[in-house]
Nanobody, 125 residues
Framework: QVQLVESGGGLVQAGGSLRLSCAAS????????MGWFRQAPGKERAFVAA????????HYADSVKGRFSISRDNAKNTVYLQMSSLKPEDTAVYYC??????????????????WGQGTQVTVSS
């Protein structure tokens, strides 16, 4: 079992940057594939980015490709989402998620077993 705690959200102007962090408890973090999702008001939770357990494989939603970067530090039990060139449409609650296993990465919320509580990101125009 793993517990996830996101941090780093906030209010930023369009064009700005933020880095989200997701700290995980447990000794087996390095064996988990990780993902970031977001949910805007009135919308369903949507995939943002995913990373394999080793960090060697990543995948991004088309809407964030080239602007966001996912990474992980297994020694610190932490996964990051670096967000640049932020747009008002990036406004949402951002969640990190974990799935145990040796697969590469996972793209749908139903494939993840553990979720954080979310952190709000608001981008003003």
């Amino acid at each position: 079992q793993v517990q996830l705690v996101e941090s780093g959200g906030g209010l930023v102007q369009a064009g700005g940057s933020l880095r989200l962090s997701c700290a995980a408890s447990g000794r087996t973090f390095s064996s988990y594939a990780m993902g970031w999702f977001r949910q805007a008001p009135g919308k369903e939770r949507a995939f943002v980015a995913a990373i394999s357990w080793s960090g060697s494989s990543t995948h991004y939603a088309d809407s964030v490709k080239g602007r966001f970067s996912i990474s992980r530090d297994n020694a610190k039990n932490t996964v990051y989402l670096q967000m640049s060139s932020l747009k008002p449409e990036d406004t949402a609650v951002y969640y990190c998620a974990a799935r145990p296993g040796s697969g590469s990465y996972y793209l749908t919320s139903s494939e993840y077993d553990y979720w954080g509580q979310g952190t709000q990101v608001t981008v003003s125009s």
